[in-house]
Protein backbone atom coordinates (compact mmCIF):
# COMPACT_ATOMS: atom_id res chain seq x y z
CA UNK A 1 0.00 0.00 0.00
CA UNK A 2 3.04 2.66 0.71
CA UNK A 3 4.14 1.57 -2.95
CA UNK A 4 1.32 2.06 -4.61
CA UNK A 5 0.51 5.68 -2.77
CA UNK A 6 -2.42 4.14 -0.83
CA UNK A 7 -0.11 5.40 2.23
CA UNK A 8 2.19 8.11 2.29
CA UNK A 9 5.15 7.45 4.55
CA UNK A 10 6.07 10.58 6.70
CA UNK A 11 10.25 11.11 5.87
CA UNK A 12 10.65 13.82 9.00
CA UNK A 13 9.17 13.44 12.50
CA UNK A 14 6.33 15.03 12.94
CA UNK A 15 2.75 14.87 15.52
CA UNK A 16 -0.87 14.89 14.01
CA UNK A 17 -3.47 16.82 15.58
CA UNK A 18 -6.64 14.24 15.33
CA UNK A 19 -10.14 15.48 16.06
CA UNK A 20 -13.13 13.21 16.30
CA UNK A 21 -16.27 14.97 15.69
CA UNK A 22 -20.12 13.31 16.83
CA UNK A 23 -23.29 13.90 18.19
CA UNK A 24 -22.48 17.64 17.96
CA UNK A 25 -19.61 16.80 20.17
CA UNK A 26 -15.16 17.29 19.33
CA UNK A 27 -12.39 16.08 20.79
CA UNK A 28 -9.29 16.55 19.40
CA UNK A 29 -5.84 14.83 20.62
CA UNK A 30 -2.11 14.56 19.36
CA UNK A 31 -1.11 11.60 18.01
CA UNK A 32 2.48 10.60 19.11
CA UNK A 33 4.86 7.71 19.16
CA UNK A 34 5.04 7.08 22.57
CA UNK A 35 7.51 5.25 24.42
CA UNK A 36 7.42 1.78 25.80
CA UNK A 37 9.64 2.22 28.06
CA UNK A 38 6.98 4.51 29.86
CA UNK A 39 4.18 2.21 29.93
CA UNK A 40 6.59 -0.49 31.02
CA UNK A 41 7.63 1.72 33.70
CA UNK A 42 4.19 3.55 35.01
CA UNK A 43 4.45 6.67 33.41
CA UNK A 44 1.61 5.44 31.05
CA UNK A 45 -0.88 4.35 33.50
CA UNK A 46 -3.23 1.26 32.64
CA UNK A 47 -6.12 0.36 34.73
CA UNK A 48 -7.78 -3.20 33.48
CA UNK A 49 -6.48 -6.60 32.37
CA UNK A 50 -5.54 -8.17 29.46
CA UNK A 51 -6.50 -11.68 28.11
CA UNK A 52 -3.29 -13.15 27.17
CA UNK A 53 -4.88 -14.90 23.78
CA UNK A 54 -6.24 -11.79 22.75
CA UNK A 55 -2.49 -9.51 23.32
CA UNK A 56 -0.88 -12.76 21.17
CA UNK A 57 -3.34 -12.32 18.38
CA UNK A 58 -2.94 -8.65 18.20
CA UNK A 59 1.31 -9.65 18.60
CA UNK A 60 0.76 -11.48 15.36
CA UNK A 61 -0.93 -9.05 13.72
CA UNK A 62 1.88 -6.22 14.60
CA UNK A 63 4.68 -8.60 13.49
CA UNK A 64 2.97 -9.80 10.18
CA UNK A 65 2.49 -6.44 9.00
CA UNK A 66 5.47 -4.85 10.51
CA UNK A 67 3.39 -1.92 11.80
CA UNK A 68 1.14 -0.93 14.53
CA UNK A 69 -1.83 0.43 12.94
CA UNK A 70 -4.25 0.70 15.61
CA UNK A 71 -3.55 3.30 17.95
CA UNK A 72 -4.36 3.58 22.17
CA UNK A 73 -6.59 6.22 23.31
CA UNK A 74 -4.73 7.77 25.87
CA UNK A 75 -6.16 10.49 28.21
CA UNK A 76 -4.09 13.84 29.58
CA UNK A 77 -4.86 15.88 32.32
CA UNK A 78 -6.07 19.41 30.39
CA UNK A 79 -2.93 21.46 29.90
CA UNK A 80 -3.85 25.12 28.29
CA UNK A 81 -0.71 25.44 26.44
CA UNK A 82 -0.96 22.33 24.91
CA UNK A 83 -4.71 22.83 23.87
CA UNK A 84 -3.18 25.92 22.19
CA UNK A 85 -0.41 24.52 20.97
CA UNK A 86 -3.17 21.99 19.10
CA UNK A 87 -5.58 24.66 18.23
CA UNK A 88 -3.27 26.83 16.29
CA UNK A 89 -2.33 23.73 14.04
CA UNK A 90 -5.99 23.07 13.59
CA UNK A 91 -6.46 26.89 12.05
CA UNK A 92 -4.61 25.26 9.09
CA UNK A 93 -5.71 23.20 6.17
CA UNK A 94 -6.25 19.20 7.26
CA UNK A 95 -3.91 16.70 5.73
CA UNK A 96 -7.42 14.45 5.20
CA UNK A 97 -10.56 13.93 6.89
CA UNK A 98 -12.59 10.67 6.29
CA UNK A 99 -16.13 9.95 7.78
CA UNK A 100 -16.77 6.50 9.64
CA UNK A 101 -19.47 4.52 9.53
CA UNK A 102 -21.26 8.02 8.64
CA UNK A 103 -21.46 8.95 11.76
CA UNK A 104 -18.14 10.36 13.32
CA UNK A 105 -15.82 12.55 11.50
CA UNK A 106 -11.87 11.97 11.57
CA UNK A 107 -9.84 14.60 10.76
CA UNK A 108 -5.95 14.87 10.77
CA UNK A 109 -3.61 18.00 10.83
CA UNK A 110 0.41 17.76 10.33
CA UNK A 111 2.45 19.56 13.48
CA UNK A 112 5.89 19.53 11.92
CA UNK A 113 7.28 22.75 13.12
CA UNK A 114 10.63 22.55 14.98
CA UNK A 115 9.39 24.94 17.35
CA UNK A 116 5.96 23.15 17.74
CA UNK A 117 7.21 19.73 18.88
CA UNK A 118 9.67 20.89 20.98
CA UNK A 119 7.20 22.79 23.09
CA UNK A 120 4.46 20.25 22.62
CA UNK A 121 7.76 17.15 23.77
CA UNK A 122 8.16 19.62 26.60
CA UNK A 123 4.95 20.30 27.92
CA UNK A 124 4.34 16.44 27.78
CA UNK A 125 6.98 16.08 30.32
CA UNK A 126 5.37 18.66 32.06
CA UNK A 127 2.44 16.59 32.29
CA UNK A 128 3.84 13.84 33.32
CA UNK A 129 0.93 10.33 33.90
CA UNK A 130 -0.91 9.72 30.69
CA UNK A 131 -3.79 7.00 31.26
CA UNK A 132 -4.68 3.91 28.73
CA UNK A 133 -8.46 4.95 28.10
CA UNK A 134 -8.79 2.34 25.38
CA UNK A 135 -6.23 -0.53 23.75
CA UNK A 136 -5.15 -2.20 27.02
CA UNK A 137 -4.52 -5.43 24.83
CA UNK A 138 -2.90 -2.66 22.08
CA UNK A 139 0.01 -1.87 23.98
CA UNK A 140 0.49 -5.48 25.32
CA UNK A 141 0.93 -6.52 21.89
CA UNK A 142 3.23 -4.04 20.90
CA UNK A 143 5.29 -5.20 24.06
CA UNK A 144 5.32 -8.58 23.15
CA UNK A 145 6.03 -7.77 19.32
CA UNK A 146 8.84 -5.64 20.42
CA UNK A 147 10.38 -8.59 22.35
CA UNK A 148 9.84 -11.11 19.78
CA UNK A 149 11.05 -8.96 17.10
CA UNK A 150 14.34 -8.02 18.49
CA UNK A 151 16.85 -5.22 19.19
CA UNK A 152 17.17 -5.17 15.34
CA UNK A 153 14.03 -3.77 14.20
CA UNK A 154 14.73 0.00 14.89
CA UNK A 155 13.44 2.32 17.58
CA UNK A 156 10.15 2.50 16.14
CA UNK A 157 9.51 -0.75 17.72
CA UNK A 158 10.21 0.48 21.37
CA UNK A 159 7.16 3.12 20.63
CA UNK A 160 3.48 2.63 20.92
CA UNK A 161 1.21 4.38 18.39
CA UNK A 162 -1.09 6.65 20.48
CA UNK A 163 -3.21 9.58 20.49
CA UNK A 164 -3.92 11.54 23.63
CA UNK A 165 -6.64 13.51 24.11
CA UNK A 166 -7.66 16.14 27.27
CA UNK A 167 -9.66 14.61 30.06
CA UNK A 168 -12.01 16.74 29.94
CA UNK A 169 -12.73 16.37 25.91
CA UNK A 170 -13.32 12.29 26.05
CA UNK A 171 -16.56 11.17 26.74
CA UNK A 172 -17.30 8.60 28.69
CA UNK A 173 -20.91 6.21 28.31
CA UNK A 174 -22.43 3.69 30.88
CA UNK A 175 -21.64 0.38 30.48
CA UNK A 176 -24.94 -2.17 30.87
CA UNK A 177 -24.99 -5.20 32.09
CA UNK A 178 -27.70 -8.60 31.14
CA UNK A 179 -28.44 -11.43 32.78
CA UNK A 180 -29.38 -14.93 31.90
CA UNK A 181 -32.05 -16.23 34.70
CA UNK A 182 -32.43 -15.82 38.10
CA UNK A 183 -30.08 -17.94 40.13
CA UNK A 184 -32.75 -20.10 41.15
CA UNK A 185 -35.33 -17.49 42.28
CA UNK A 186 -38.80 -19.19 41.44
CA UNK A 187 -40.37 -16.04 39.96
CA UNK A 188 -39.64 -12.30 38.94
CA UNK A 189 -41.59 -11.47 41.48
CA UNK A 190 -39.62 -13.13 44.13
CA UNK A 191 -36.52 -11.54 42.19
CA UNK A 192 -38.15 -8.00 42.68
CA UNK A 193 -38.86 -8.50 46.64
CA UNK A 194 -34.65 -9.41 47.15
CA UNK A 195 -34.26 -6.38 45.02
CA UNK A 196 -36.38 -4.16 47.30
CA UNK A 197 -34.89 -5.34 50.64
CA UNK A 198 -31.38 -4.11 49.39
CA UNK A 199 -32.18 -1.01 47.01
CA UNK A 200 -34.76 1.49 46.49
CA UNK A 201 -36.76 0.11 43.84
CA UNK A 202 -39.70 1.99 42.18
CA UNK A 203 -41.52 1.32 38.95
CA UNK A 204 -40.66 3.31 36.34
CA UNK A 205 -43.09 4.59 33.30
CA UNK A 206 -40.04 4.06 30.41
CA UNK A 207 -36.51 3.21 29.62
CA UNK A 208 -34.46 4.29 32.34
CA UNK A 209 -30.99 6.13 32.14
CA UNK A 210 -29.55 6.67 35.49
CA UNK A 211 -28.61 10.51 35.78
CA UNK A 212 -26.34 10.16 38.77
CA UNK A 213 -24.11 7.80 40.67
CA UNK A 214 -25.16 5.06 42.53
CA UNK A 215 -28.80 4.57 40.59
CA UNK A 216 -29.11 2.01 38.24
CA UNK A 217 -32.62 1.46 35.69
CA UNK A 218 -33.87 -2.71 35.78
CA UNK A 219 -35.49 -4.45 33.24
CA UNK A 220 -37.35 -7.32 33.58
CA UNK A 221 -40.38 -9.10 32.65
CA UNK A 222 -41.47 -6.31 30.47
CA UNK A 223 -41.23 -2.98 33.33
CA UNK A 224 -38.55 -0.85 33.67
CA UNK A 225 -37.99 -0.04 37.82
CA UNK A 226 -35.38 2.80 38.94
CA UNK A 227 -32.66 1.30 41.72
CA UNK A 228 -30.92 3.55 44.26
CA UNK A 229 -28.14 2.61 46.03
CA UNK A 230 -27.37 6.01 48.01
CA UNK A 231 -25.39 5.49 51.15
CA UNK A 232 -24.26 1.99 50.04
CA UNK A 233 -20.60 3.13 48.82
CA UNK A 234 -17.76 3.36 51.07
CA UNK A 235 -17.05 7.07 52.17
CA UNK A 236 -13.50 5.57 51.95
CA UNK A 237 -11.29 3.34 50.71
CA UNK A 238 -9.90 2.16 47.63
CA UNK A 239 -11.47 4.10 44.90
CA UNK A 240 -12.45 1.01 42.95
CA UNK A 241 -15.03 0.04 45.70
CA UNK A 242 -16.75 3.61 44.95
CA UNK A 243 -17.86 2.72 41.32
CA UNK A 244 -21.37 1.91 40.47
CA UNK A 245 -19.58 -1.35 38.90
CA UNK A 246 -18.35 -2.15 41.99
CA UNK A 247 -21.85 -1.34 43.44
CA UNK A 248 -23.64 -3.28 41.40
CA UNK A 249 -21.76 -6.56 41.59
CA UNK A 250 -21.47 -6.11 45.44
CA UNK A 251 -25.59 -5.72 46.40
CA UNK A 252 -27.29 -7.47 43.40
CA UNK A 253 -24.70 -9.51 41.08
CA UNK A 254 -23.61 -11.26 43.38
CA UNK A 255 -25.82 -12.13 46.24
CA UNK A 256 -28.65 -12.26 44.46
CA UNK A 257 -27.97 -13.04 40.74
CA UNK A 258 -25.08 -15.54 41.88
CA UNK A 259 -22.21 -13.87 39.98
CA UNK A 260 -19.07 -13.97 41.66
CA UNK A 261 -16.71 -13.26 38.69
CA UNK A 262 -18.00 -11.86 35.59
CA UNK A 263 -15.26 -11.99 33.31
CA UNK A 264 -15.93 -15.99 34.02
CA UNK A 265 -19.75 -16.48 34.49
CA UNK A 266 -21.54 -17.17 31.03
CA UNK A 267 -24.76 -15.73 32.39
CA UNK A 268 -23.84 -12.45 32.46
CA UNK A 269 -23.04 -10.04 28.90
CA UNK A 270 -22.21 -6.40 28.51
CA UNK A 271 -23.55 -3.75 26.46
CA UNK A 272 -21.70 -0.90 25.13
CA UNK A 273 -23.46 2.81 26.06
CA UNK A 274 -23.30 3.22 22.73
CA UNK A 275 -26.31 0.92 21.74
CA UNK A 276 -28.17 3.21 24.19
CA UNK A 277 -30.72 1.66 27.11
CA UNK A 278 -33.47 0.61 24.63
CA UNK A 279 -31.29 -2.20 23.24
CA UNK A 280 -31.03 -3.76 27.20
CA UNK A 281 -34.91 -4.06 26.51
CA UNK A 282 -35.01 -5.38 23.57
CA UNK A 283 -32.41 -8.18 24.97
CA UNK A 284 -34.62 -9.25 27.53
CA UNK A 285 -37.68 -8.87 25.45
CA UNK A 286 -36.24 -11.32 22.39
CA UNK A 287 -35.16 -14.02 25.30
CA UNK A 288 -31.38 -13.22 25.35
CA UNK A 289 -31.16 -12.34 28.99
CA UNK A 290 -33.81 -12.26 31.62
CA UNK A 291 -32.58 -9.09 33.70
CA UNK A 292 -31.09 -5.82 32.40
CA UNK A 293 -28.99 -3.31 34.45
CA UNK A 294 -28.71 0.38 32.99
CA UNK A 295 -25.49 2.25 35.16
CA UNK A 296 -24.34 5.78 35.19
CA UNK A 297 -21.09 6.18 33.28
CA UNK A 298 -17.74 6.22 35.20
CA UNK A 299 -16.49 9.46 35.02
CA UNK A 300 -12.31 10.00 33.85
CA UNK A 301 -11.46 11.42 37.33
CA UNK A 302 -12.78 8.19 39.19
CA UNK A 303 -11.07 6.27 36.18
CA UNK A 304 -7.47 8.33 36.97
CA UNK A 305 -7.96 7.46 40.96
CA UNK A 306 -7.81 4.10 39.88
CA UNK A 307 -5.30 3.75 37.76
CA UNK A 308 -3.27 6.59 40.06
CA UNK A 309 -3.93 3.66 42.66
CA UNK A 310 -2.59 0.95 40.41
CA UNK A 311 -6.11 -1.15 40.93
CA UNK A 312 -7.39 -2.27 37.82
CA UNK A 313 -11.41 -1.78 37.04
CA UNK A 314 -13.54 -4.82 37.03
CA UNK A 315 -14.50 -5.81 33.62
CA UNK A 316 -16.29 -3.73 31.30
CA UNK A 317 -16.46 -0.88 33.10
CA UNK A 318 -15.90 1.94 30.74
CA UNK A 319 -17.41 2.72 27.03
CA UNK A 320 -15.24 5.45 25.20
CA UNK A 321 -17.48 6.99 22.48
CA UNK A 322 -16.59 7.84 19.67
CA UNK A 323 -13.87 5.22 18.22
CA UNK A 324 -10.26 6.16 17.14
CA UNK A 325 -10.24 4.92 13.35
CA UNK A 326 -7.80 1.89 12.41
CA UNK A 327 -5.36 2.43 9.82
CA UNK A 328 -5.53 6.22 9.30
CA UNK A 329 -2.42 6.54 10.96
CA UNK A 330 0.18 3.80 11.23
CA UNK A 331 3.50 3.21 12.93
CA UNK A 332 6.04 1.59 11.28
CA UNK A 333 8.40 -0.74 12.84
CA UNK A 334 11.59 -0.64 10.68
Known amino acids: MIESGVLIRDTAPRFYAW???????????????????????????????????????????????????????????????VRRLIAAACAGPPLCRSVQGGTVTHTLWPIDGADEIEALTERFDRIGALYIADGHHRAAAAQTAAQAMGAGTGEAASRL??????????????????VRGLNGLTSPRVFLRQIGQTLGCEPAEGPVEPAQPAHFG??????????AAEGAAPASGAAVDRLDVSLLARLVLGPILGIGDPRLDARIDFVGGGRGVEALAAAVDGGDATVAFSLYPTSVEDLMAVADAGAILPPKTTWFEPKLADGLVSLVLS
Not at 65 to 71: R, S, V
Not at 161 to 178: K, M, Q, W
Open 19 to 81: RMEAQGRAQTGLVAAASLAAYEQGAIKRHESTRPPKVEDRARHIEALGAQTGPLLLIHRPDEE
Open 161 to 178: LTVSFPADEVRILGYHRI
Open 218 to 227: MYVEGRWYRL
